[in-house]
């Protein structure tokens, strides 16, 4: 694997928490790498695991979600759906033989500025580690 | 309109907030060639009225059915934009906005990489509005009342004003009097105006208000609904004694077996009471309550041969067997103005609150100062042995402020002012006294507050710029350790009584009101605002405002003027009588649905049904969504078998595209 290797990474966002918390290491201008593109939905409960799939396969090399804090939900209960459900599928990925590192996820916090600048700095070192990912065979979609 | 998208976009400097680290040109210049792009500008304050005027004007011209601002967060315009896009007749949901701001040109530093990820990010934006879908906001009615939750100045203040508009306000106090903190102070900076004077009349207005509705010793148990429309569950604890009945005479308490031996909680521990009580002459309502952890007959469920109170009460207003009262209404809006806690000073052992009687808190100074205080007014502290009247005092401050080793960075805002306060307070009553205050920085910020600073240097207090590092006995005295940093003299100075200027904390049980109202805390733990400069009382929970020290430490003066803002914001929706609904919700393809009911099982709101339709002669059951209850976060669609049920403006076949455009090749 070459050293100067990029990673790029697609990441769900939840609007109340981890976006927020992302928009505050901006403001704060907080800097980090920019392997990170991220995609807003309204919670974590809502990123159904074939999105995860569905960026390996269209060329992403990782995956990372992140919600609200656990108990912290702004729709109470959705980011506790998104840990079991991500959960199993991290395994399972791991059972078709992809590397774990490439798939994170994390709880920021809409105050949490300087650890949203952490989590993305460990998943891009994770997943440059892992090297570009080729594993499965990509699909042009148009939309 | 055609059906064909036609997009307009828009990349905006943001001055050079944007375009220091991102080629906007450039961007423009690559989104032009993206598909159904018909126009790529850029400018430099897309929010701005002109920069909203070109996005009209191209509308208009151009015959543009969807628009992309890559600008900043959504978080920040995309309401603005919204607006822009429907004032020309385009559905306010065919907007998209690209954030490459807050998460593209102020977090990284390079300009090829920036602009490399600002071209992702709009294509992105491209991929996701050519399949966004009209949406319709609905309107409903809004109950023309509000919840005020906590009934300090800040809750008293927001009453009054929204009582005063004409809305009815339903005031939630779990103590068994409203006036909170202000109440136990003795004086206000800078004015030295009383401050029971000056806050007991407002007291008297909230219960005599014709509008609002006083729920002491009570306590919010359950929220349900959404602004405008928010119904409320409170439980009024048992008093044991019937209010209808109660003169507040007081021939109970002097009565009470326990009198003058339970620690008043008002007098912050230094005076006593009894288990039958009103916290202080004040009180509003002036009732008494009795105490269900100390009253002998409610703990042993015996009182001598019967209760002294209940003997001496000549309205037979004690009731033993009082129970718990739930009342349940319903309210448009709701403000939360929980206060604070102060900081508990025996989490700094150096400085020796819990091992030395005279050193105090800055709270409990107020009680001592306090004409109706426990001493009535006269300074005097045991010093171990003897109770003296001190001629050597010293004040501490930044007690639990600006002080990471206890987890506090922030400052607390009121210790200077009221160190300065009661510095002038003790200088009245002991002349002759040496008064000393500790201090790392004097932050004298608000109108009035330097002159008053000035004034009391001038009474011979000194400050000594130096933060002690330990309290400790020598012979009678207290000796407090600290360096003089202006001459870098080390020092040792002796005095009879130490004043703690302690700091303000989140309240400790805070938690309770955050599940109830999903609310989130800022860094420093108190409760986080909308937006830190431009919706200061707002929080991310719409219809639920924040007034007073809930949100982070303030004066008196600032919490009013937050109290009011609050009070103005929650009254938008009573006023208008309307709320709209967030038009982005789930939706139901109820020919593809098989009505195995995942999604009703993870709703969070029961906003999913099951119902039974009739297709060719079948009955089957499909989901069906209640708009009103839906708040969209689509937790349903990631458990959805086939698909059906999906968020507006958040569908597979939205996001999907995004992922793919994100993706692509490296």
Same mark, same amino acid.
């Given at each position: 694997m070459s050293e100067d290797f990029e990673p790029n990474i697609v990441a769900f966002l939840c609007n109340w928490c981890s976006y927020a918390g992302a928009d505050l290491a901006g403001t704060s201008r907080i800097h980090y790498p920019a392997n990170i593109k991220v995609i807003r939905v309204m919670c974590s409960g809502r990123v159904n695991p074939l999105y995860v799939m569905n960026a390996l396969q269209q060329g992403a090399d990782g995956v990372l979600v992140s919600g609200c804090h656990p108990g912290d939900c702004h729709y109470m209960e959705g980011n506790y759906y998104a840990r079991r459900r991500l959960g199993i599928f991290k395994d399972l990925l791991e059972f078709v033989g992809v590397d774990p590192r490439r798939f994170h996820m994390s709880w920021v916090s809409a105050s949490e500025g300087h650890k949203w600048k952490e989590v993305v700095e460990k998943t891009v070192e994770d997943v440059r580690a892992a090297g570009p990912f080729e594993g499965f065979r990509r699909r042009q979609i148009d939309w | 309109m055609t059906d064909k998208p036609r997009i307009g976009l828009y990349v905006c400097h943001c001055g050079i907030n944007i375009s220091a680290t991102v080629d906007v040109d450039a961007v423009a210049k690559y989104a032009q060639n993206l598909p159904n792009v018909h126009v790529a500008r850029t400018y430099s304050y897309m929010c701005s009225e002109p920069g909203q005027a070109l996005i009209k004007k191209d509308i208009r011209e151009q015959g543009l059915n969807r628009v992309i601002v890559a600008s900043c967060s959504p978080r920040m315009h995309e309401k603005t934009f919204r607006k822009a896009v429907q004032e020309e %007749? =385009?559905? @306010?949901?065919f907007l998209e906005i690209a954030n490459i701001r807050e998460q593209c040109s102020w977090v990284h530093e390079d300009m090829t990489e920036g602009t490399a990820k600002a071209k992702k990010l709009v294509a992105s934006a491209v991929a996701k509005v050519r399949l966004l879908e009209p949406l319709e906001s609905t309107e409903v009615d809004a109950e023309p009342a509000a919840l005020i939750i906590g009934a300090g100045i800040a809750g008293i203040q927001a009453a009054l004003d929204i009582a005063d508009a004409g809305f009815k306000v339903y005031l939630v106090e779990k103590s068994p009097s409203i006036g909170g903190r202000m109440a136990q102070l003795d004086k206000t900076f800078? +004015? =030295? !105006?009383?401050s029971a004077c000056i806050l007991t009349p407002k007291m008297v207005d909230c219960a005599s208000h014709p509008n609002i509705e006083l729920l002491t010793y009570a306590k919010v148990e359950e929220v349900d609904g959404f602004v405008g429309n928010f119904t409320i569950k409170v439980r009024k604890k048992a008093r044991y004694v019937d209010v209808d009945k109660? +003169? %507040?005479?007081g021939e109970c308490a002097k009565a009470c077996r326990l009198a003058n031996r339970i620690t008043s909680e008002f007098d912050e521990g230094m005076g006593k009471r009894s288990a039958i009580y009103m916290p202080f002459p004040q009180a509003v309502p002036a009732k008494y309550t009795i105490d269900p952890e100390n009253c002998l007959m409610l703990t042993r469920g015996k009182c001598g041969k019967g209760p002294k109170c209940e003997e001496a009460c000549q309205a037979g207003a004690?009731?033993?067997e009082q129970q718990d009262e739930i009342v349940e209404f319903k309210v448009g809006a709701i403000i939360v103005a929980t206060g604070f806690d102060t900081f508990d000073a025996s989490r700094k052992p150096e400085y020796g609150y819990s091992n030395y009687p005279n050193v105090i808190t800055g709270m409990e100074m107020e009680r001592l100062v306090s004409s109706s205080g426990p001493t009535g007014g006269d300074i005097k502290v045991f010093n171990g042995e003897e109770e003296i009247v001190p001629k050597e005092i010293a004040f501490i401050k930044c007690v639990g402020s600006r002080d990471a080793s206890v987890g506090n960075e922030y400052c607390s805002r009121v210790c200077c002012m009221y160190t300065a306060k009661q510095a002038h307070l003790l200088r009245e009553k002991i002349p002759d006294a040496k008064i000393r205050v500790y201090y790392i920085d004097v932050r004298a910020? %608000? $109108?009035g507050y330097e002159e008053f600073y000035d004034r009391v240097r001038r009474e011979n207090v000194r400050y000594i710029r130096g933060n002690p590092s330990e309290i400790f006995k020598r012979g009678k005295k207290l000796v407090v350790k600290v360096e003089d940093t202006l001459t870098a003299t080390p020092l040792e100075d002796e005095v009879d009584m130490v004043v703690l200027a302690v700091g303000l904390e989140p309240r400790a049980d805070m938690r309770e009101v955050m599940d109830l109202l999903r609310l989130s805390q800022s860094g420093d733990k108190f409760f986080m605002e *909308?937006?830190? $400069? =431009?919706? @200061?009382? !707002? +929080? *991310?929970? !719409? %219809?639920v405002f924040l007034a007073g020290c809930c949100q982070g430490p303030k004066d008196i003066p600032d919490t009013v003027a937050q109290a009011k803002g609050a009070a103005a914001s929650a009254m938008v929706p009573l006023a208008s009588g309307k709320v709209t609904i967030n038009a982005q919700v789930a939706t139901v393809n109820e020919a593809t649905c098989r009505g195995c009911g995942y999604c009703v099982s993870v709703c969070p709101y029961s906003a999913i049904e099951l119902v039974t339709v009739n297709r060719f002669g079948h009955e089957l059951e499909v989901a069906r969504v209640n708009e009103a209850l839906c708040k969209g976060c689509g937790s349903c669609s990631s458990v959805c078998l086939s698909d059906s049920i999906q968020p507006k403006s958040f569908r597979d076949r939205q996001i999907l595209p995004q992922i793919a455009a994100l993706g692509g090749t490296r």
């Open positions: - | %007749g =385009l559905n @306010p949901y800078p +004015t =030295l !105006d009383c109660c +003169t %507040g005479c004690i009731n033993f910020f %608000g $109108k *909308a937006h830190p $400069k =431009l919706r @200061p009382v !707002d +929080t *991310a929970t !719409d %219809g």
